[in-house]
């Protein structure tokens, strides 16, 4: 199994650009997430779909659009980037609801985005 | 809000020895915590997770303790070998909440 699979793996934007990033799991997982990592501040939830149908925001949605496409994918959409966005991005998914003892997150191998 | 703090300076130890990482974390406790391992360049690997009403968790050479008290888990490692250099992550889930929040995570170097 492929597991998390995240597209591009780099990005070079201008400001002002839009773009999507994509993100596709093959384990029927039910939760997805989005997930930012800059240096010194950790990964930062962006949006998740806890299931097919349903989008919250996380800590820092700001300038983020996402769509949950189906049960196996969940996009991330920059509709004017800024040089803030410059960072790696994450997709994650975990079978939620089915085993609630450990709720652990399979991670893609990121998508580094430089906007200048 | 919830806040997580790890170490953000580097652990360097001498192979064999026992690594010992720190999580603290601040406000309510979590529901459970679970650690990762990311090596540079990839993404994070689940490693172990602990709920509240456990005091500790072993798997192999990994243990994890969780003082509800404190606001602290400690992550070990022991026999450790150069393999199990990585930035080692820890984050906390809510009851009822998808939401797994992260720390910023703790380097380590095994010197051979």
């Known amino acids: 199994n492929a597991g998390v699979t995240q597209t591009p793996k780099f990005q070079v934007l201008k400001t002002g650009q839009s773009m999507t990033l994509q993100c596709a799991q093959d384990m029927n997982h039910n939760s997805m997430y989005w997930y930012r990592q800059d240096p010194g501040m950790g990964l930062r939830l962006i949006y998740y779909?806890?299931?097919?149908?349903?989008?919250d925001k996380g800590e820092v949605p700001n300038g983020y659009n996402v769509s949950r496409l189906n049960k196996r994918e969940f996009s991330l959409r920059l509709e004017s980037a800024a040089p803030s966005q410059t960072s790696v991005y994450f997709c994650?998914?975990?079978?939620?609801?089915?085993?609630?003892?450990?709720?652990?997150?399979?991670f893609g191998e990121g998508s580094r985005l430089t906007v200048l | 809000s919830q806040k997580i703090e790890q170490n953000s300076e580097a652990l360097n130890i001498q192979e064999g020895k026992t690594a010992t990482l720190t999580c603290n974390y601040t406000n309510y406790s979590p529901a459970y915590l679970q650690w990762y391992r990311q090596d540079p360049g990839r993404g994070p690997v689940f490693l172990l997770l602990i709920r509240e009403n456990e005091k500790e968790k072993r798997k192999e050479r990994l243990k994890v303790t969780f003082d509800t008290t404190l606001k602290q888990s400690l992550f070990h490692i022991t026999a450790s070998q150069p393999a199990d250099s990585a930035t080692y992550l820890c984050?906390?889930?809510?009851?009822?909440?998808?939401?797994?929040?992260f720390g910023s995570g703790t380097r380590l170097l095994v010197r051979p």
């Open positions: 779909s806890a299931s097919e149908g349903t989008t």
């Open positions: 984050a906390l889930r809510m009851d009822s909440s998808y939401k797994l929040i």
């Open positions: 994650a998914s975990s079978l939620r609801g089915q085993n609630l003892n450990t709720g652990e997150l399979f």
